[in-house]
């Protein structure tokens, strides 16, 4: 049990913090594969590993990437110490949902301490079901968020979370002085005013027509029906849309036209979640037509700028569209994408308030979006991002200055 395992000490002094000098800190992102390559020819397992089993975590990976100036090389998670410590000089982990039951990072845990390198943590984010439930983490994983926590270069935060809700639950467990900042994500769009920029395109719209449904997962039963009014919208005949997918693999197998070797019952429960009304052939020749996955972040955001509308259960899939200066509404199922949706501006409802049959009349009545109020968070969010990069002798982006001003 969680309340059994040893905390850390408040008062332990940080790792040794490499000196600022002329030349900027070598950085070490850990993430295996800053590139796909010619993704088209990759055999499925490759490209499923290499998209970390989520084709979001591109989002926030090709983010931070953009962000930083450093030298930077890219290591996969399981790289010795001895190979990060020869080739960096600091270590950034882009960082999703991992604090949940769902993960253990107990060797991954041991292997970053004996770096000795220090470390940021940009986007994490705590899984539960609501705002009233505390996390639940293996030793492993506790052990890494302690690890973490405790390799600062200096004073300053070395952990960037998703919101305020992940920031408490890491003091509950003694990982004290997080930043509630959000996801970078949310400065993929280089330039200021991209609320009104969004605001412009969807205001000219009587009517969202072309929508892109940002796909939830085949066992979420409690959205279902919400799945299958959004299928209903995006199959319009004169304004098609299409069904993005980015977890779990079987999803991403069918958007790629592969079925065979999936688990019948997995492959059931695509079916029933989407188009339960047709014969498995046609919902076979469904996919082939309408379902699409992505595997490099520009590509993802060109796609979303042909459709009005991008809405579903998929933070990053919506997020992406408001950074390709379209509208997007997450259906929010639990607390990471609330949290996300909540400290990123993003437009958003929860699906239990979803009862009403879903229109593109009621769509366009639901989405109340504030250019202004949106702007001015995004500056002021990336001003606390700038500070936070600052701290942490990372190099940022001039873009971020920018988005910071206002201007």
């Not at 930083?68 to 960096?88: C, D, H, M, R, Y």
């Amino acid at each position: 049990m969680l309340e059994d395992l040893t905390l850390p000490d408040a008062d332990v002094e940080p790792v040794s913090a490499p000196k600022r000098t002329a030349r900027p800190l070598r950085v070490a992102i850990l993430w295996k594969y800053p590139s796909l390559g010619l993704y088209s020819n990759t055999q499925f397992d490759d490209l499923y590993n290499g998209i970390g089993h989520n084709n979001g975590n591109l989002a926030f990976v090709y983010a931070i990437a953009s962000q930083i100036t450093n030298p930077v090389q890219f290591f996969g998670w399981s790289t010795t110490a001895e190979t990060l410590k020869a080739n960096a000089d600091i270590i950034v982990i882009p960082c999703a949902n991992q604090l949940g039951k769902h993960t253990d990072y107990g060797a991954m845990a041991k292997n970053l301490e004996d770096s000795g390198l220090p470390i940021v943590a940009i986007g994490l984010g705590a899984q539960a079901d609501n705002y009233d439930q505390d996390i639940q983490l293996t030793e492993g994983t506790l052990s890494w968020a302690q690890v973490i926590g405790r390799a600062r270069a200096g004073s300053a935060s070395n952990i960037y979370t998703r919101g305020a809700f992940t920031s408490a639950q890491l003091d509950k467990l003694g990982i004290v002085g997080s930043l509630p900042g959000g996801c970078p994500s949310h400065f993929i769009n280089q330039e200021p005013g991209l609320g009104h920029k969004i605001y412009a395109n969807w205001s000219k719209l009587p009517l969202p027509r072309s929508i892109s449904v940002a796909a939830g997962h085949q066992a979420w039963m409690k959205s279902r029906e919400i799945e299958h009014q959004l299928v209903s919208l995006m199959m319009d005949p004169i304004a098609p849309g299409q069904y993005v997918v980015q977890s779990m693999g079987e999803m991403i197998k069918v958007s790629r036209g592969i079925f065979e070797g999936i688990d019948e019952h997995a492959l059931k429960g695509i079916h029933n979640h989407t188009v339960p009304h047709y014969s498995f052939e046609e919902f076979k020749a469904w996919c082939r037509n309408y379902v699409r996955s992505f595997y490099d972040v520009p590509a993802w955001m060109d796609s979303l700028r042909n459709h009005d509308l991008t809405i579903g259960a998929r933070y990053h899939g919506v997020a992406l569209a408001l950074q390709a200066e379209r509208m997007g509404i997450t259906v929010t199922i639990d607390s990471r994408t609330r949290e996300l949706c909540e400290n990123t501006g993003v437009p958003h409802v929860a699906d239990a308030e979803l009862t009403a049959p879903i229109t593109r009349f009621n769509l366009k009545k639901l989405i109340k979006f504030d250019p202004a109020a949106y702007d001015g968070h995004r500056a002021e969010s990336a001003g606390r991002y700038l500070e936070f990069l600052n701290a942490n002798m990372l190099e940022p982006a001039p873009f971020l200055k920018r988005i910071a001003a206002g201007k």
